[in-house]
């Protein structure tokens, strides 16, 4: 099983839509969490850090559930510049460091 | 301020060839991420420095890659032999030693063709 799962659709909707995306982490000493985002053929860049009482910036709401291993993003009155890739990440302690892992990712288009 | 450089871009060789690709993490950030990303299997975490110590590379794939940090300011991910299934786009990423781990900036990806 994939330490970080997501669903990697692609998700088409209009521009004006709210879509989610859902995340599953396997690693219950996962310790912090957030969505990345990658534009084609770009780098990846982070979009929100995911806090336990949920959160939200603009448009975009980020929710976990730790009893559930779950991760979600809400992304509100769709736009065309959000088409992207949105990545899941997770940081969990190895020894004395920590590291990410990133989902696959789920592919967003937004359409006229 | 300029972020992080990576080179080449864009690299094609034949199988069996050295491949060197290049970092130049952000000023001031204390450590650095080596990627690797394909459509299979996403975005792997390769190896890590820290201070220029490597720290973590278990993600290291096989002997034939190998990376070192010989100062603050320049890396290199080396594979020697490369084979067709190294093809992929490896970012270079750095960030702030006492930050938050999660503030990882990345480079633009050298995208390697092997053949």
């Known amino acids: 099983r994939k330490e970080v799962e997501q669903d990697p659709g692609p998700f088409n909707v209009p521009e004006g839509a709210t879509v989610a995306f859902n995340c599953t982490y396997s690693?219950?000493?996962?310790?912090?969490f957030f969505w990345y985002r990658q534009d084609c053929r770009k780098e990846p860049k982070l979009l929100m850090s995911v806090y336990s009482s949920g959160n939200e910036d603009g448009r975009f709401t980020a929710q976990l559930n730790r009893a559930s291993q779950y991760i979600s993003l809400l992304i509100r009155d769709s736009k065309l510049s959000d088409s992207a890739t949105y990545l899941c990440?997770?940081?969990?302690?190895?020894?004395?460091?920590?590291?990410?892992?990133f989902g696959t990712g789920t592919r967003l288009q937004v359409t006229l | 301020d300029a972020g992080v450089i990576q080179s080449p871009r864009h690299e094609v060789t034949e199988m069996g060839q050295e491949v060197t690709l290049r970092c130049k993490p952000i000023?001031?950030?204390?450590?650095l991420f080596w990627y690797r990303q394909t459509m299979m299997r996403g975005l792997e975490l390769l190896i890590y420095?820290?201070?220029?110590?490597?720290?973590?590379d278990s993600g290291m794939p096989e002997d034939r890659f190998s990376a070192k940090m010989p100062n603050a300011s320049f890396s290199t991910l080396k594979i020697q032999p490369s084979e067709p299934r190294d093809s992929a786009v490896y970012f270079c990423a750095s960030s702030r030693s006492g930050g938050p781990l999660y503030e990882q900036y990345f480079g633009p990806g050298t995208r390697l063709t092997v053949t």
């Open positions: 000023s001031g950030h204390n450590s």
């Open positions: 690693n219950s000493a996962s310790q912090s």
């Open positions: 420095f820290n201070n220029n110590v490597p720290i973590d």
């Open positions: 990440v997770v940081n969990r302690p190895t020894g004395t460091a920590s590291k990410l892992t």
